[in-house]
Each structure stands twice: as C-alpha cells, then as structure tokens.
C-alpha cells in the first residue's frame, strides 16, 4: 500500500481554469503538508495542516487554497491557473506536529502540473 | 532562515562508499541536522537525521563535527539505486510554534557503474 498518494500523477490544463490536486496518507499521521518544486527544482513548503487546522502557510497565492476533510486528506485546490504555476507538487505527511524537530517527513511520488 | 551549503555534484564509483559533506555553519543549540534523497521523477525520501551524536541506519551513517557546524553523510557502499539528489536540511523553528524543513538546492550524486 502506498503510504502517501497523490492524485493525479499528472495534470495539463489551460490558463484560467481551476484544478484540485488531491492527497491521501495512510500512515496515521496528525499533519500533512503541500511542498511546490520548480522548474530550477527547488523544494518550497506551502502549507503545513495538524489535524485538519492550518499551521504553516507560506508567501502564497490567495489562488492556492488547501482544504482537509480530516486528518487523512489535505486537498490543494488552484483558481485561475496561471502560467507560473506549472510545476511538481508533492504532498508529504509526519506523524506528529512540526514542533518536534525529529520529525521524519513522508513524500509522496508528485503531480507534475503543466499549465499552457 | 537556517542554512545549508552543500556541493552542487558528486561521482562515485559503484560498491565505493561516498562521503557527501554539508556546512552549516549557522546553525543553533537546537536545530536537527536531516537528510533527504530525491530519486529521478520522485519525491524526497528521508536517508537520517541526527543533533550532536554520530548516527546510523540501514541506508547510511551521518557524522557530525563537534562543533555541529559541519556534517557528512556516508553511503558504504554505492549502487546504482544511489544515484539521486541529496539534500541536507535543518530542521529549524518557522515561527509560530512550528518547525520546518526547509530544502536547499542539494547534491546530485551521480553512481558510475
């Protein structure tokens, strides 16, 4: 079983339109996380939730908007998809809050997002 | 933001260990030293971590200088599996009471075979 899964593995849609990437952990994790690597393949964090609240949300779009059902899935929803936006999103989860610097961080294999 | 300096590219031969150095020179008291491997159209895959103490597991070892402001991760032996991207990160406080790792451009290690 894949212990994080994101859904779809890849995703070529036009500008201006709204697409969701989805994501799923198995692992019994309390936070998950939406890391964005560009085309220079930096690792960026976006948002980091515990337990369905949000506890980490970096220098992001307003576009960009994550949502959590419950503590299993952090969905990222993306309004008016733009050119700049095209790159690999990875969903990760670790077990407990980021306040525990031990933390191990599990990934998941990425949507590769291409925007024309 | 707490900082990491790695070199931008390794070679190894296969069955050779590898030493893969990382400078952190401002690190604090508290903060994790963490490694991480990406593999070609995959996502990170944590290798170890460790604070003060030499640490090992079944991917690898992770020395750390005395004074913390350096660290090495050893690879024993090499295989092709190896060959990916490696990054060393400091877990460190993002405010908010929370941490977080934060990646920096890492190592590409490239396995000859």
């Known amino acids: 079983d894949t212990a994080v899964s994101q859904t779809p593995k890849y995703l070529v849609t036009q500008m201006g339109n709204d697409k969701s990437i989805k994501c799923e952990q198995n692992l019994g994790h309390d936070t998950m996380y939406w890391y964005k690597q560009d085309s220079k393949k930096f690792l960026k964090i976006m948002f980091s939730y515990n337990n369905k609240e949000l506890i980490i949300n970096e220098t992001v779009p307003n576009r960009f908007s994550p949502k959590s059902p419950d503590k299993a899935h952090l969905n990222l929803h993306i309004n008016s998809l733009e050119l700049g936006d095209s790159a690999v999103y990875f969903c990760a989860s670790s077990q407990d809050k980021t306040a525990r610097r031990n933390e191990k961080l599990f990934f998941g294999s990425g949507t590769q997002l291409s925007v024309l | 933001d707490a900082k990491t300096t790695q070199p931008n590219s390794m070679e190894s031969n296969e069955e050779e260990p590898v030493h893969l150095p990382c400078n952190h020179s401002?690190?604090?008291?508290?903060?994790?030293i963490h490694w991480y491997r990406q593999l070609p159209s995959q996502g990170p895959e944590y290798v170890i971590h460790?604070?003060?103490s030499n640490v090992n597991n079944r991917m690898a070892s992770l020395a750390i200088a005395e004074d913390r402001k350096s660290s090495t991760l050893i690879l024993h032996r090499a295989t092709l599996r190896d060959a990916a991207v490696y990054y060393c990160?400091?877990?460190?406080?993002?405010?908010?009471?929370?941490?977080?790792?934060?990646f920096g451009k890492g190592t590409k290690l490239s396995v000859i075979p």
């Open positions: 401002t690190i604090s008291g508290t903060d994790y």
């Open positions: 990160i400091l877990y460190a406080y993002s405010g908010a009471g929370s941490y977080q790792l934060t």
């Open positions: 460790g604070l003060t």
